[in-house]
């Protein structure tokens, strides 16, 4: 139960944390890519600082979780096609729409309901991907 | 007051999801938001038509959980910590929307001539964007925390490829077909 209330409260921070920095608005990710601004970049560079020491760190002094099982971060599968055409995909969807999955929750919260056609739409096209996944190259 | 209700600086905003992914890991998890797409997917009983979705959603409950919180965040943030929050993107980004008719720019979140008003090519463009992002998402196998936050934080090359990809696909909609879509 604890467990769970912990998992809700570290969502409640992330979402605070996404609208307020602005990670959910449309206008900050147009002016990224038209290279206008430092914030997103800044926002993305400083969460990789924290993110790269932090983990360094963990697999450095060969830390335990809490229930004291080895950290372990699961490797990623060694190959080209998958990432680049299906982060090719994500990009033009994040860049229409002005929001990647998290803030996409943060900002049906705060009253966007509109972005709940965006959600219709990531779940047919999670259901396609798995559909056809058969024949996309790996 | 101002700093809690403005724009929260990014080297706030980073560090924090950086603590968050942080603190997830710690408790033998890894953050990733988008396989919560095919979580949701798996729970509506899309496993009985492809096993994709076959598989024991009730192991991803709590990252369900995390996405409940981000809602309730996303509430918290716009009604008790914001007061009509307007993102100050730059003037230049401000002349460029505003050419393609978003006269919002500069004045709201978001360009409220695309979320508010529910016509159909709106809808379309809502639709065939959350299509990408699903698509797009499970496909390369992980969204902006999966690839950009966690992969490169463990310093995996194939989350750079991810994001190089990210990239690619952005700045094609951005100026390619930006001007042919608005």
Redesign the interface.
């Known amino acids: 139960m604890m467990r769970k209330l912990i998992f809700v409260l570290l969502g409640i921070a992330f979402g605070i944390v996404m609208y307020k920095a602005e990670a959910a608005s449309w206008f900050r990710i147009f002016e990224m890519f038209n290279f206008q601004s430092f914030h997103m970049y800044g926002f993305i560079g400083s969460a990789l600082a924290v993110g790269v020491i932090g983990v360094q760190y963990f697999k450095r002094s060969q830390s335990k979780d809490v229930d004291g099982e080895d950290i372990v971060i699961q490797p990623k599968a060694k190959s080209i096609p998958r990432y680049l055409i299906g982060g090719v995909f994500f990009g033009l969807g994040w860049a229409l729409v002005g929001a990647c999955p998290g803030p996409i929750f943060a900002l049906l919260g705060s009253g966007v309901f509109s972005i709940i056609i965006v959600i219709i739409g990531a779940l047919a096209g999670t259901y396609f991907y798995g559909l056809i996944r058969k024949y996309l190259p790996h | 007051m101002e700093m809690i209700f403005g724009?929260?600086?990014?080297?706030?905003?980073?560090?924090?999801?950086?603590?968050?992914?942080?603190?997830?890991?710690?408790?033998?998890k890894?953050f990733g938001?988008?396989s919560?797409?095919?979580t949701?997917?798996a729970a509506i009983g899309?496993g009985k038509s492809?096993d994709?979705?076959d598989f024991n959603w009730k192991s991803q409950r709590?990252?369900l959980?995390?996405?409940?919180?981000?809602?309730?965040?996303?509430?918290?943030?716009?009604?008790l910590?914001?007061n009509n929050?307007i993102?100050p993107?730059?003037e230049?980004?401000i002349s460029?929307?505003q050419a393609y008719g978003f006269e919002s720019?500069?004045k709201?979140?978001?360009?409220t001539e695309?979320?508010?008003d529910?016509s159909p090519k709106?809808?379309i463009?809502?639709?065939?964007?959350?299509?990408?992002?699903?698509?797009?998402?499970?496909?390369?196998?992980?969204?902006?925390?999966g690839?950009?936050?966690?992969?490169?934080?463990?310093?995996?090359?194939?989350?750079l490829?991810?994001?190089?990809?990210?990239?690619?696909?952005?700045?094609?909609?951005?100026?390619i077909?930006f001007p042919l879509?608005f």
């Open positions: 724009t929260w600086p990014w080297y706030v905003g980073g560090p924090l999801v950086a603590i968050i992914m942080l603190i997830l890991i710690k408790l033998g890894s938001f988008s919560n797409f095919r949701m997917c899309a492809c994709f979705f709590w990252n959980l995390f996405l409940l919180g981000t809602i309730i965040g996303g509430f918290i943030a716009a009604n910590l914001a929050q993102a993107i730059s230049e980004s460029a929307l720019a500069g709201a979140y978001l360009p695309l979320f508010f529910l709106n809808i463009i809502l639709l065939v964007g959350g299509l990408f992002i699903g698509f797009g998402t499970r496909y390369a196998g992980g969204c902006t925390s690839h950009a936050i966690s992969g490169l934080s463990d310093l995996q090359w194939p989350s490829v991810a994001v190089v990809g990210f990239f690619i696909g952005g700045l094609l909609m951005v100026h077909l879509i």
